[in-house]
Protein backbone atom coordinates (compact mmCIF):
# COMPACT_ATOMS: atom_id res chain seq x y z
CA UNK A 1 0.00 0.00 0.00
CA UNK A 2 2.82 2.53 1.41
CA UNK A 3 4.37 1.54 -2.18
CA UNK A 4 1.66 2.35 -4.29
CA UNK A 5 1.27 5.84 -2.78
CA UNK A 6 5.03 6.36 -3.09
CA UNK A 7 4.75 5.72 -6.76
CA UNK A 8 1.14 7.76 -7.02
CA UNK A 9 2.63 10.71 -5.30
CA UNK A 10 5.57 11.43 -8.70
CA UNK A 11 3.14 10.91 -11.16
CA UNK A 12 0.65 13.10 -9.52
CA UNK A 13 3.45 15.89 -9.24
CA UNK A 14 4.30 15.28 -12.98
CA UNK A 15 1.24 15.31 -13.86
CA UNK A 16 0.84 19.04 -12.19
CA UNK A 17 3.86 20.13 -13.73
CA UNK A 18 2.42 19.22 -17.58
CA UNK A 19 -0.63 21.17 -16.54
CA UNK A 20 1.10 24.21 -15.67
CA UNK A 21 3.26 24.36 -19.12
CA UNK A 22 0.35 23.13 -20.97
CA UNK A 23 -1.33 26.70 -19.21
CA UNK A 24 1.81 28.64 -19.59
CA UNK A 25 2.07 28.04 -23.32
CA UNK A 26 -1.63 28.44 -24.11
CA UNK A 27 -1.60 31.96 -22.25
CA UNK A 28 1.90 32.63 -24.25
CA UNK A 29 0.38 31.38 -28.07
CA UNK A 30 -0.13 34.22 -30.26
CA UNK A 31 -2.04 34.62 -33.86
CA UNK A 32 0.82 36.51 -36.18
CA UNK A 33 -0.60 38.88 -38.26
CA UNK A 34 1.61 38.80 -41.41
CA UNK A 35 1.60 42.44 -43.56
CA UNK A 36 1.89 42.43 -47.01
CA UNK A 37 5.17 44.33 -46.30
CA UNK A 38 6.78 42.08 -43.87
CA UNK A 39 6.02 43.16 -40.95
CA UNK A 40 4.43 40.79 -38.36
CA UNK A 41 1.68 41.76 -35.50
CA UNK A 42 1.64 39.54 -32.35
CA UNK A 43 -1.83 39.33 -30.92
CA UNK A 44 -5.39 38.44 -30.98
CA UNK A 45 -7.34 38.06 -34.11
CA UNK A 46 -11.20 38.44 -32.68
CA UNK A 47 -12.96 39.04 -36.08
CA UNK A 48 -12.76 39.18 -39.97
CA UNK A 49 -15.11 40.63 -42.37
CA UNK A 50 -14.77 41.25 -46.06
CA UNK A 51 -12.75 43.91 -45.34
CA UNK A 52 -10.58 44.40 -42.02
CA UNK A 53 -9.85 41.94 -39.39
CA UNK A 54 -10.24 43.01 -35.84
CA UNK A 55 -6.93 42.61 -33.68
CA UNK A 56 -5.19 42.65 -30.46
CA UNK A 57 -1.94 43.27 -29.45
CA UNK A 58 -0.27 41.08 -26.86
CA UNK A 59 -0.70 42.73 -23.33
CA UNK A 60 -3.16 45.28 -24.74
CA UNK A 61 -7.14 45.48 -24.45
CA UNK A 62 -7.69 48.27 -27.41
CA UNK A 63 -9.35 46.49 -30.25
CA UNK A 64 -7.54 47.70 -34.06
CA UNK A 65 -8.94 47.36 -37.58
CA UNK A 66 -6.54 46.29 -40.31
CA UNK A 67 -7.46 46.07 -43.70
CA UNK A 68 -7.59 42.78 -45.52
CA UNK A 69 -6.03 44.44 -48.53
CA UNK A 70 -2.82 45.20 -46.38
CA UNK A 71 -2.35 41.40 -44.80
CA UNK A 72 -0.85 38.64 -46.36
CA UNK A 73 -1.29 35.81 -44.28
CA UNK A 74 -2.57 35.16 -40.49
CA UNK A 75 -0.97 32.25 -38.39
CA UNK A 76 -3.36 31.45 -35.59
CA UNK A 77 -2.14 30.29 -32.08
CA UNK A 78 -3.46 27.00 -33.27
CA UNK A 79 -0.74 26.33 -35.70
CA UNK A 80 -3.28 27.26 -39.19
CA UNK A 81 -2.30 29.23 -41.21
CA UNK A 82 -4.90 31.34 -43.38
CA UNK A 83 -3.70 33.20 -46.15
CA UNK A 84 -5.40 36.40 -47.25
CA UNK A 85 -3.50 38.40 -50.09
CA UNK A 86 -1.36 36.24 -51.81
CA UNK A 87 2.07 38.02 -51.77
CA UNK A 88 3.35 39.41 -55.50
CA UNK A 89 6.64 38.26 -56.57
CA UNK A 90 9.49 40.37 -57.07
CA UNK A 91 10.22 41.43 -60.35
CA UNK A 92 13.61 40.07 -61.78
CA UNK A 93 15.86 42.91 -61.52
CA UNK A 94 18.59 42.69 -64.45
CA UNK A 95 19.44 45.86 -63.54
CA UNK A 96 20.94 46.39 -60.20
CA UNK A 97 21.72 49.83 -57.94
CA UNK A 98 25.45 48.63 -58.53
CA UNK A 99 27.02 49.95 -61.46
CA UNK A 100 27.79 47.52 -64.34
CA UNK A 101 30.85 48.19 -65.38
CA UNK A 102 31.69 45.72 -67.93
CA UNK A 103 31.00 46.91 -71.54
CA UNK A 104 30.33 44.02 -72.91
CA UNK A 105 27.37 43.20 -70.20
CA UNK A 106 25.46 46.58 -71.22
CA UNK A 107 25.77 45.77 -75.00
CA UNK A 108 22.61 46.10 -76.69
CA UNK A 109 20.35 46.84 -73.74
CA UNK A 110 18.28 50.28 -73.59
CA UNK A 111 16.47 52.05 -70.57
CA UNK A 112 14.02 54.60 -70.97
CA UNK A 113 13.38 56.94 -68.09
CA UNK A 114 10.14 58.21 -66.78
CA UNK A 115 9.11 61.20 -68.95
CA UNK A 116 9.28 64.83 -67.24
CA UNK A 117 5.90 66.40 -67.35
CA UNK A 118 6.23 70.03 -67.10
CA UNK A 119 2.15 71.42 -66.85
CA UNK A 120 0.00 74.25 -65.88
CA UNK A 121 -3.06 71.78 -65.98
CA UNK A 122 -3.62 71.16 -62.62
CA UNK A 123 -5.65 67.95 -63.27
CA UNK A 124 -2.81 66.05 -64.61
CA UNK A 125 -0.96 63.81 -62.47
CA UNK A 126 2.49 64.31 -63.81
CA UNK A 127 4.29 61.55 -62.70
CA UNK A 128 1.61 59.06 -63.88
CA UNK A 129 1.56 60.34 -67.09
CA UNK A 130 4.97 60.45 -67.40
CA UNK A 131 5.59 56.96 -66.63
CA UNK A 132 2.68 56.41 -68.99
CA UNK A 133 4.56 58.02 -71.16
CA UNK A 134 7.62 55.97 -70.48
CA UNK A 135 5.67 52.44 -70.82
CA UNK A 136 4.40 54.04 -74.40
CA UNK A 137 7.81 55.01 -75.66
CA UNK A 138 9.42 51.36 -74.74
CA UNK A 139 6.77 49.26 -76.33
CA UNK A 140 7.20 51.65 -79.40
CA UNK A 141 10.90 50.56 -79.47
CA UNK A 142 10.19 47.29 -79.32
CA UNK A 143 7.75 47.02 -82.10
CA UNK A 144 10.55 49.21 -84.11
CA UNK A 145 13.55 47.81 -82.99
CA UNK A 146 13.17 44.31 -81.92
CA UNK A 147 16.93 43.54 -81.63
CA UNK A 148 17.46 46.37 -78.74
CA UNK A 149 16.79 44.93 -75.32
CA UNK A 150 14.90 47.15 -73.53
CA UNK A 151 14.42 46.97 -69.88
CA UNK A 152 11.24 46.23 -68.01
CA UNK A 153 10.01 50.55 -67.64
CA UNK A 154 8.90 48.94 -63.94
CA UNK A 155 12.62 47.39 -62.98
CA UNK A 156 14.35 50.60 -64.33
CA UNK A 157 11.81 52.53 -61.86
CA UNK A 158 11.92 50.19 -58.99
CA UNK A 159 16.29 50.16 -59.71
CA UNK A 160 15.71 54.08 -59.21
CA UNK A 161 13.51 54.26 -56.23
CA UNK A 162 15.74 51.71 -54.28
CA UNK A 163 18.39 54.22 -54.91
CA UNK A 164 16.58 56.64 -53.98
CA UNK A 165 16.00 58.71 -56.45
CA UNK A 166 12.74 60.86 -57.74
CA UNK A 167 12.38 61.88 -62.00
CA UNK A 168 13.98 65.47 -60.65
CA UNK A 169 17.09 64.03 -59.35
CA UNK A 170 17.60 62.24 -62.42
CA UNK A 171 19.28 65.95 -63.59
CA UNK A 172 21.84 65.49 -61.01
CA UNK A 173 23.58 62.40 -62.30
CA UNK A 174 25.67 62.00 -66.06
CA UNK A 175 24.16 59.91 -68.39
CA UNK A 176 27.45 57.64 -68.52
CA UNK A 177 26.83 56.82 -64.60
CA UNK A 178 22.87 56.18 -64.97
CA UNK A 179 23.47 53.93 -67.91
CA UNK A 180 26.03 51.69 -65.51
CA UNK A 181 24.06 51.81 -62.70
CA UNK A 182 20.95 50.49 -65.01
CA UNK A 183 23.44 48.15 -66.45
CA UNK A 184 22.00 49.39 -70.07
CA UNK A 185 24.28 50.57 -73.02
CA UNK A 186 21.67 53.68 -73.87
CA UNK A 187 19.54 55.72 -71.61
CA UNK A 188 16.40 57.49 -73.29
CA UNK A 189 15.78 61.13 -71.98
CA UNK A 190 12.18 62.77 -72.14
CA UNK A 191 10.17 65.16 -71.43
CA UNK A 192 6.38 66.34 -72.02
CA UNK A 193 5.45 70.06 -71.91
CA UNK A 194 1.70 70.79 -72.02
CA UNK A 195 0.20 74.09 -71.50
CA UNK A 196 -3.67 74.71 -71.45
CA UNK A 197 -3.65 78.50 -73.46
CA UNK A 198 -7.22 79.22 -72.75
CA UNK A 199 -10.56 77.88 -75.12
CA UNK A 200 -11.96 78.13 -78.28
CA UNK A 201 -15.30 78.20 -78.98
CA UNK A 202 -16.83 77.67 -82.35
CA UNK A 203 -19.98 76.82 -83.53
CA UNK A 204 -22.92 78.48 -86.31
CA UNK A 205 -26.03 80.14 -86.32
CA UNK A 206 -28.97 80.53 -88.70
CA UNK A 207 -31.71 82.97 -89.18
CA UNK A 208 -35.18 82.53 -90.36
CA UNK A 209 -37.90 85.20 -91.29
CA UNK A 210 -41.87 84.18 -90.80
CA UNK A 211 -44.20 86.28 -92.55
CA UNK A 212 -47.67 86.14 -94.83
CA UNK A 213 -45.38 86.62 -98.09
CA UNK A 214 -41.87 84.14 -98.09
CA UNK A 215 -40.63 86.66 -99.98
CA UNK A 216 -41.17 89.43 -97.99
CA UNK A 217 -38.34 89.11 -95.46
CA UNK A 218 -38.62 92.94 -94.43
CA UNK A 219 -42.18 92.74 -92.75
CA UNK A 220 -40.83 89.11 -90.66
CA UNK A 221 -39.95 88.75 -87.68
CA UNK A 222 -36.73 87.17 -87.44
CA UNK A 223 -35.83 84.08 -85.41
CA UNK A 224 -32.18 83.42 -84.84
CA UNK A 225 -30.83 79.51 -83.63
CA UNK A 226 -27.98 77.63 -83.50
CA UNK A 227 -25.11 76.04 -81.31
CA UNK A 228 -21.66 76.61 -80.21
CA UNK A 229 -19.04 74.22 -78.87
CA UNK A 230 -15.79 75.27 -76.10
CA UNK A 231 -12.86 73.00 -75.92
CA UNK A 232 -9.20 73.61 -74.21
CA UNK A 233 -6.85 74.78 -76.16
CA UNK A 234 -3.18 73.37 -75.70
CA UNK A 235 0.62 73.91 -76.90
CA UNK A 236 2.55 70.86 -76.09
CA UNK A 237 6.11 69.75 -77.02
CA UNK A 238 7.36 66.60 -76.95
CA UNK A 239 11.58 66.32 -76.75
CA UNK A 240 13.83 62.87 -76.55
CA UNK A 241 17.43 62.25 -75.81
CA UNK A 242 19.43 59.21 -76.26
CA UNK A 243 22.67 59.17 -74.61
CA UNK A 244 25.32 55.96 -74.71
CA UNK A 245 26.88 54.37 -71.83
CA UNK A 246 30.31 56.61 -72.78
CA UNK A 247 27.78 59.89 -71.91
CA UNK A 248 27.20 60.96 -75.68
CA UNK A 249 24.34 61.84 -77.14
CA UNK A 250 23.37 60.25 -80.09
CA UNK A 251 19.88 61.77 -81.01
CA UNK A 252 18.37 64.77 -79.59
CA UNK A 253 14.73 66.03 -80.92
CA UNK A 254 11.47 68.08 -79.98
CA UNK A 255 8.89 68.13 -81.99
CA UNK A 256 5.02 69.23 -81.65
CA UNK A 257 2.26 66.44 -81.37
CA UNK A 258 0.29 66.60 -84.52
CA UNK A 259 -3.15 67.05 -82.78
CA UNK A 260 -3.57 69.19 -79.56
CA UNK A 261 -4.75 67.12 -76.52
CA UNK A 262 -3.51 66.17 -73.26
CA UNK A 263 -3.42 62.48 -74.30
CA UNK A 264 -2.76 63.01 -78.21
CA UNK A 265 1.32 62.39 -77.40
CA UNK A 266 1.48 58.25 -78.88
CA UNK A 267 1.65 59.50 -82.57
CA UNK A 268 4.87 61.71 -81.82
CA UNK A 269 6.44 59.45 -79.68
CA UNK A 270 6.34 56.83 -82.62
CA UNK A 271 7.37 59.05 -85.46
CA UNK A 272 10.31 60.09 -82.76
CA UNK A 273 11.45 56.74 -82.40
CA UNK A 274 11.28 55.79 -86.01
CA UNK A 275 13.85 58.23 -87.31
CA UNK A 276 16.06 57.41 -84.21
CA UNK A 277 19.23 56.09 -85.36
CA UNK A 278 17.82 52.51 -84.61
CA UNK A 279 14.34 53.34 -86.09
CA UNK A 280 12.84 51.97 -89.41
CA UNK A 281 13.15 55.05 -90.72
CA UNK A 282 16.83 56.47 -89.96
CA UNK A 283 18.57 57.90 -92.52
Not at 14 to 28: E, G, I, R, W
Not at 121 to 149: H, M, R, W, Y
Not at 256 to 281: C, Q, W
Request: proline content about 4%.
Amino acid sequence: MKNAIRLKAPLLYLCFVLLLSFSAYAQDATDVVVMLNGEERKGKVSAINDTEVTFTYTGETLEYKIKRSEINKIVFASGRTQVINEKAAELPAPADAQPVDNPAARKGKMAILPFKVITNVGSIDAKALGEQIQADCANTIKEDAPSIQIIDPRVVNATLAKSGMSIQDLESMLPSELAKMLGVEHVVYGSYDIENTGTLTTGSSVTSYKTKKEDDKKKGTAFSSGSTTTSATYDSKITMDIYNDQGTSIYSVAREPFMAGVDNYHSTIRYLVRRAPFGSKAK
